[in-house]
């Protein structure tokens, strides 16, 4: 898999939480919520919070929020704003049914939503006594607490929060995309120290079996003189063989002569016969020689196809090992060229 491929896998996991610094992003949350008047919250793709929320008024989280009937209404209005910044990819603003607006920034990578920031919690005028006295009955909330609750609630334009929601957008995605090169980065060290350490082995397992090849070469050598020398034993004794033949033929020969001489009680054919049986022993020595040199060729020969099978199936392996190590020399290459672009 080429690493364009790896990046997007990395990213397919990832939450929010790993790629931005918390605390960074506090800070500049706070700062900027109390600066412009405005709540603000950043929360995961799931809806937990992953900051504390910044300047967030009574009137919403205390009152409207702690009614049943608040809240749904409440989820139901964000729920709404939420999807339409995921389809525009854009920070959007939208009205609250208690009479405030709300922004939605989200946050996306690799057209994957993890989050946003999210707040609001104004209103573009002075909200109507009379309105929040009637919302106030309908979701069962104290009406005095909550129309002074509602005094406190800042007043801004519909622009105004728009661009602050415009600004807390791109600050929020540029932030996340430093974490996705910094998580990509990390990530790739990562497969790069694991490519590194993989190269590592396979060269050491190349030494090694370089050292066996050379051994079993050697060993198969030696099988290979050994069967030189056989052969040239067969040789000798084949040589033999033909000597023995010789001088048999030869005795049966004076051994024919001299009992036509001597007739059936001569003493002399006795003696012949006696030496041709002496040879026949002696042929019958021969003939287990061959075939005790025989054994010996036949188990040489079974021990050099070994060594050779032992060697093939080595240089097969190194010829695998060499592929691998070729194959993270390339994933190195590529791992590289990756890290000179973030």
């Known amino acids: 898999m080429g690493h364009n491929g790896n990046q997007h896998s990395w990213l397919d996991e990832v939450e929010l939480k790993d790629l931005i610094d918390l605390n960074l992003l506090q800070k500049f949350q706070d700062d900027f919520a109390n600066s412009f008047g405005i709540a603000s919250i950043t929360l995961d793709k799931d809806g937990n919070a992953l900051t504390n929320g910044s300047n ?29 910044s995921i389809r525009t990819g854009e920070a959007v603003t939208y009205d609250c049914h208690a009479g405030l607006v709300d922004f939605a920034a989200p946050i996306i990578v690799n057209g994957k939503h993890l989050g946003g920031i999210y707040g609001g919690q104004i209103t573009n005028n002075e909200l109507d006594e009379e309105k929040i006295r009637q919302l106030a009955r309908e979701l069962d909330i104290n009406e005095d607490q909550y129309v002074a609750a509602s005094k406190k609630v800042h007043v801004i334009s519909k622009k105004e929060l728009k661009i602050a929601a415009e600004v807390l957008h791109t600050v929020g995605n540029t932030l996340v995309q430093i974490g996705v090169k910094q998580y990509l980065f990390k990530k790739m060290f990562e497969t790069l120290k694991e490519n590194v350490e993989q190269a590592s082995s396979l060269i050491d397992n190349l030494a090694s079996s370089s050292v066996e090849i050379s051994t079993n070469q050697q060993q ?30 030869m005795l049966g020969l004076n051994a024919a002569i001299e009992a036509a001489r001597a007739g059936s009680a001569g003493a002399g054919f006795g003696i012949v016969a006696d030496q041709i049986r002496k040879l026949s022993l002696k042929s019958k020595e021969t003939a287990n020689g061959i075939a ?51």
């Open 56 to 84: 967030l008024t009574d009137f919403c989280m205390k009152y409207t929020h702690g009614s049943k009937l608040g809240e749904k209404r409440c989820l139901e209005c964000d729920l709404k704003g939420l999807n339409e």
């Open 220 to 249: 198969l050598n030696n099988e290979v003189k050994k069967v030189e020398n056989f052969s040239s034993e067969i040789l000798n004794i084949s040589e033999s063989i033909k000597q023995i033949a010789n001088e048999t033929n």
């Open 292 to 342: 005790n040199v025989n054994l010996s060729i036949k188990e040489s020969v079974d021990s050099s196809v070994q060594m050779s099978n032992g060697t093939l199936s080595l240089t097969e392996q190194q010829a695998a090992s060499l592929e691998e190590v070729s194959a993270n020399l390339e994933e190195l290459k590529e791992l590289s060229q990756n890290l000179n672009t973030l």
